[in-house]
C-alpha cells in the first residue's frame, strides 16, 4: 500500500466521511471543511428513501440545525459523480446563507445573464422537468456552478455565509 492510499484512508477514518469520494480531489478538502465550519455535516452513504437522488441538503426551517449536505452513494456511484453533486448541493448551501432567516427562500448567486450564458440547454430542460417552476432558477444556478472546481465553490460558499 502506497504512503498516499494509507494517508487519504487515515484522513478519511479520521472525518468519518466513510464512502467518501478520496479527498485528493483538488480543493475537496477545503470544501468539505467550509461546509464543516457553515454549520453543515457532510455525509457519504446510502440513500434508500431517496429514489434516484444523488444528493441533497437538508435543513430545519430558520435554522442551520441538522443541516446538511447527503451524498447518496448508491446513486452517484463515481468519485466524479459525487464531487460534481457534493459542488451542486454545496451551491444550495451558498444560496441558503444568502437568506438564512427567510423560511425555505434561497437566493441565488448570480444573475440571470450569467446563467443565461453558462448554462447547457439539456440542464435548464431537465430542471424544467424536473423541479417546479418556483425551483428553476436555484436548480439551475447549481446545475451550471457544480461543473466549476471545488476552490470556486468554496470561495462562493465563504463569501455567502461568511462575508468573505
Known sequence: MSFKTILATAIIA??????????????????????????????????????????????????????????????ATTTADRWETLRHEAVHVAQKCENPNHGNTFETLTSYSFLKNNSTNSDASFVMSAYPKAKWMIELEAFTLMKHSNYTITKMVNRACFGR
Not at 14 to 39: C, D, N, Y
Open 14 to 75: 479520521t472525518t468519518g466521511l466513510v464512502g467518501a469520494p478520496a479527498l485528493a480531489e483538488p480543493g475537496g478538502h477545503q470544501l468539505i471543511a467550509t461546509l464543516r465550519s457553515a454549520g453543515v455535516k457532510v455525509n457519504f452513504g446510502y440513500c434508500p428513501d431517496e429514489s434516484g437522488t444523488m444528493g441533497y441538503f437538508a435543513y430545519r426551517t430558520n435554522t442551520w440545525m441538522d443541516a446538511r449536505v447527503q451524498i447518496c452513494t448508491d446513486v
